[in-house]
């Protein structure tokens, strides 16, 4: 089945650092992949896609690009602001057949910026 | 601004009460789900529904049940609520992509974190 492997966290930064969140899946087929963000007393946002090999994703200054030869979606921010505190999801689905566009989530990294 | 209500934000009920979440979607989509998010677990998927009165069971469908009457509307029940199902409950939606497309748009509710007592 399909399955989304996050890096543990939590992760503390403080502002301007450099950031990268991990990201692996297992999946048959050609998986579209996602990153969410959650703040704190909200719903899941989508932050950035891909749809295929080599795409890039990129939102809010996060870029993350489709590796399908290593299963990898890495997350990563040049400079993080206290604003980005969040918790972040990665996520993978399948379109078509009976999957219904349903998403596979990863355990969730909790990030923190400090000023 | 298109939206996924959700009825409660908090919700403490009793151990073995028969609790009802309640999840209503403004964009005319076609599918609804039901998710549980637990700490270090992610978000797991309950139940989902693709079309009125249709349902399919997620991947952690023990303990609930679901009910999609109407077309925007999408109930999780609790037959009979226990401690190990405290936890925050998010319901979403999402579109069938035109043909060609892959991604299928979800939006999601603000969440309501359930505490069974």
């Known amino acids: 089945g399909n399955s989304v492997t996050q890096m543990e966290g939590p992760v503390t930064l403080s502002e301007e650092a450099f950031l990268t969140i991990n990201c692996t899946y297992t999946a048959t087929g050609y998986p579209s992949l996602f990153w969410y963000v959650q703040y704190p007393g909200e719903g899941l946002q989508l932050l950035l896609k891909a749809t295929k090999a080599d795409d890039k994703g990129s939102n809010k200054g996060f870029e993350a690009t489709y590796r399908k030869e290593t299963t990898s979606f890495h997350l990563e921010k040049g400079s993080v602001q206290v604003s980005d505190s969040a918790v972040y999801f990665c996520a993978l689905n399948r379109a078509g057949g009976t999957s219904y566009g349903k998403l596979t989530f990863g355990q969730g990294t909790i990030l923190t910026v400090h000023p | 601004d298109v939206k996924v209500t959700q009825s409660s934000r908090y919700l403490v009920k009793r151990t073995g009460e028969k609790v009802f979440l309640e999840c209503v979607q403004d964009?005319?989509?076609?599918?609804m789900f039901w998710y549980r998010q637990d700490p270090g677990l992610g978000l797991r998927l309950i139940y989902f529904?693709?079309?009125?009165?249709?349902?399919e069971k997620g991947d952690i469908p023990e303990g609930y049940s679901v009910s999609r009457e109407k077309k925007e509307r999408f109930s999780l029940i609790l037959e009979s609520a226990s401690t190990n199902q405290t936890s925050m409950y998010l319901c979403?939606?999402?579109?069938?992509?035109?043909?060609?497309?892959?991604?299928?748009?979800?939006?999601f509710g603000s969440g309501t974190r359930l505490t069974v007592v």
């Open positions: 979403a939606s999402s579109f069938v992509p035109s043909r060609g497309e892959r991604v299928y748009g979800y939006t």
């Open positions: 964009m005319d989509h076609e599918n």
């Open positions: 529904s693709y079309d009125v009165k249709m349902k």
